[in-house]
């Protein structure tokens, strides 16, 4: 059964630091991984979609990696912004060809002016 | 393109009343998930369609609940005989099976409270 953890839990960084966000899966059998953006309240925004035969993708200041041989992706944040405050998650798309995504807990990233 | 559409955004209830939602997926997606989302967690998958079948259904969704999607447009997912512990946040999403990897797209949830 694959299951999706996401570490740390809560984050918080001073304005202009580059972070890094981390997520592990135990099935490396895997079509995609998806990072997400959810802010209070509201659903989930796609950010990035790493098919399982790439091993990054990037987007503005942020930037995706995905090693499946491992099991662990990062969402690398560069010159974070008070902006960037929420919750990030990832999620997994096994095997199977339904699109059905397995997510993390998710990370809550604050970024204080 | 106007984006995933769920109604109502929030919906407050009594323990044992049963509540609808409906979700609007982006016109061109034949393919719609219901998830689930309490506080702290990520969203748990509760069932899929692709058009009007429904495909997979979780463990999660008791017999209280039902989802359908005909003439796979639009779908409601109705709860029976509500309980204190399906208060959540019920998340619709779509997307469109012409690849493994095409992204799902997210509504903004209907959060439901049961009193």
């Known amino acids: 059964k694959q299951e999706v953890t996401q570490i740390p839990a809560a984050l918080s960084v001073p304005e202009g630091e580059n972070l890094v966000l981390n997520c592990s899966f135990t099935?490396?059998?895997?079509?995609?991984l998806q990072w997400f953006r959810q802010d209070p309240g509201k659903g989930l925004t796609s950010l990035l979609l790493?098919?399982?035969?790439?091993r990054e993708q990037t987007s503005g200041r942020l930037n995706a990696s995905l090693d499946k041989s491992s099991g662990r992706s990062t969402l690398y944040i560069a010159a974070s912004q008070p902006g960037d405050s929420a919750t990030y998650l990832c999620?997994?798309?096994?095997?199977?060809?339904?699109?059905?995504?397995?997510f993390g807990q998710g990370t809550t990233l604050q970024v204080k002016p | 393109d106007t984006g995933v559409s769920q109604d109502p955004r929030h919906k407050i209830t009594k323990r044992g009343q049963n509540v609808t939602f409906r979700c609007d997926p982006i016109?061109?997606?034949?393919?719609l998930y219901w998830y689930r989302q309490t506080l702290g967690q990520g969203p748990e998958f509760l069932t899929y369609?692709?058009?009007?079948?429904?495909?997979?259904k979780s463990r999660l969704l008791s017999d209280r609940f039902s989802a359908e999607r005909p003439k796979g447009s639009f779908s409601t997912l109705e709860i029976q005989r509500t309980e204190q512990g399906d208060s959540a946040m019920y998340l619709c999403?779509?997307?469109?099976?012409?690849?493994?990897?095409?992204?799902?797209?997210f509504g903004n949830g209907t959060r439901l409270t049961v009193t």
């Open positions: 999403a779509s997307s469109f099976s012409v690849s493994h990897n095409s992204p799902l797209h």
């Open positions: 099935d490396s059998a895997i079509y995609n």
């Open positions: 790493i098919q399982s035969s790439q």
């Open positions: 999620a997994v798309q096994g095997s199977s060809n339904t699109g059905k995504l397995i």
């Open positions: 016109s061109e997606h034949n393919r």
């Open positions: 369609f692709q058009n009007e079948a429904q495909l997979e």
